[in-house]
């Protein structure tokens, strides 16, 4: 018996260390848009043989534990089997247009994981554990449960469920005062309960959590959410790193670390994308009604048909394309690549350009566009091609609004000034397609979209596809 409980732990100490391996390797190779996808399956090994190497703790259980071995390795099971029917269900049902929510759903979940153990440990009678294991204990559940709330109010308000941001006067001394009176709880139960609060104490401080997840993130618009994705992704990986250090257990502190340090930087990376803090994103009204600078925009918008843009862009030598959420909503980006042949075909040097921040989520366009199968060589980041603008014929804005305002360079009373943006108002000629006249997420009203050089073309953007495909083709007859 001795020697199999030394064999089990060999075996699970090694399959954590490849699965670290795994996880490390997977996410070096999801840096670039040609290895991403062979990453995400590395990763997901690493993931499977984690799950697996767990089950042989079971030969390292005393004795007197054995009674209820069966039952917790039954359910433990039924729960895993369960996860990854549904994950797989869902996963492969999912509309592109539904992705952002789905990744702050299942991230939410890693929070409620995460806080759920850290539960399962304050609850546990007779289990006495050190200041540093309570802390990170503690520090995990506050960190997962926030992660949890926040990230289901993210996918309510992604899904268009919660359609508006709910502001109050003084809305962030109360938050404050929430945060405050869970942390106190949560320091109570650490110093003076010993890990050893009543049940009722302990529900206190997983509601002050919850609570405050929803009431910080119920004022952020949808212009944020990518940033706040992005955020509780990296609060998930480190609550998922905290306990994997209450349960000695290697695999989960190497994942949440690397899950927490990555979110993280890609956070920094879009708040910088937009000339903000993550402070003023998370605490800021940003967007609110009356923002100064956001009034209307002295012009008119000029309507273009679909043909007429179509058959100018065919006899231009240099395209860009400029994708933002409507090409999502209107699940066009198969059309558009249809269209793009046409042109490249025809001789036309054609290039797509990508903001940080485009889309619902980060990468939101980048995954758009690689379903539609658009070549790698062909997408280009806002650094790499925003100075080729002033060379192109024609730039095309399929349903992007704040990321190609040139307020953010012009104008110092609106809200997005200083925020990078493509220069898509340098091209000779500007095509925008849109629904309609609405500003975006932001509030903020588009200069762009009266420019001299700018012509709208109203309508569903696949619809406007097909139009311009068709307009391409007639050409050749």
């Known amino acids: 018996m001795e020697n199999l409980q030394e064999h089990s732990q060999f075996a699970i100490d090694a399959s954590y260390v490849i699965a670290a391996f795994l996880f490390i390797y997977g996410l070096k190779r999801m840096s670039s848009p040609v290895t991403a996808r062979s990453g995400i399956v ?7 043989l984690a799950a697996l190497a767990s089950f042989l703790y079971v030969f390292g259980i005393d004795e007197a534990a054995r009674p209820h071995l069966q039952t917790n390795v039954v359910l433990a099971a039924v729960a895993l089997g369960i996860g990854t029917v549904w994950a797989w269900w869902s996963g492969r049902r999912v509309a ?9 759903l299942y991230n939410g979940m890693g929070g409620g994981a995460a806080a759920a153990i850290a539960a399962v440990e304050l609850l546990r009678p007779g289990v006495e554990h050190g200041i540093a294991v309570l802390l990170f204990t503690v520090s995990g559940a506050l960190i997962g449960a926030v992660a949890l709330s926040g990230s289901l109010i993210a996918w309510a308000k992604l899904d268009g469920r919660i359609n508006k941001a709910w502001r109050m006067g003084g809305q962030q001394v109360l938050n404050g005062l929430v945060f405050l009176a869970t942390l106190v709880i949560g320091l109570w139960i650490v110093f003076f309960a010993g890990g050893h609060a009543p049940p009722a104490v302990v529900a206190a401080f997983f509601i002050g959590a919850l609570v405050f997840g929803v009431l910080v993130t119920m004022p952020i618009g949808g212009a944020d959410m990518p940033v706040v994705i992005s955020l509780y992704n990296a609060f998930t990986g480190l609550a998922v790193g905290f306990e994997g250090y209450v349960l000695q257990n290697p695999a989960l502190m190497i994942a949440g670390m690397v899950v927490g340090s990555a979110g993280t930087l890609l956070t920094l990376l879009m708040a910088k994308a937009m000339n903000r803090s993550v402070a003023n994103v998370i605490f800021s009204n940003f967007g609110a009604a009356g923002d100064e600078g956001s009034g209307d925009v002295q012009g008119t918008q000029k309507p273009a048909e679909a043909s007429d843009a179509a058959i100018n862009m065919r006899y231009a030598s240099k395209v860009i394309i400029a994708p933002g959420y409507g090409l ?6 198969h059309k558009l690549y249809e269209f793009v042949q046409l042109l490249v075909a025809e001789g036309v040097e054609v290039k797509f350009a990508i903001h940080p921040v485009a889309g619902r989520m980060p990468g939101h366009m980048n995954v758009l566009l690689a379903e539609a199968g658009v070549p790698y060589d062909m997408i280009y980041d806002l650094e790499d091609i925003n100075a080729e603008f002033k060379e192109a014929d024609v730039a095309v804005v399929i349903g992007a609004n704040d990321t190609v305002n040139p307020a953010a360079r012009t104008n110092k009373s609106s809200p997005i000034y200083g925020m990078p943006i493509l220069n898509v108002d340098q091209a000779r000629q500007v095509y925008v397609i849109k629904r309609g006249q609405g500003k975006g997420y932001s509030g903020v009203e588009n200069e762009l979209f009266y420019a001299d050089n700018t012509n709208m073309v109203y309508g569903d953007a696949q619809k406007v596809m097909v139009e ?7 050409l050749e007859e």
């Open 468 to 474: 311009m495909i068709q307009a391409v083709k007639s």
């Open 328 to 333: 999502a909503v209107a699940q066009a980006q």
């Open 42 to 48: 590395v990763a997901g090994w690493g993931m499977l």
């Open 96 to 104: 592109m247009t539904a992705m952002p929510q789905m990744v702050a």
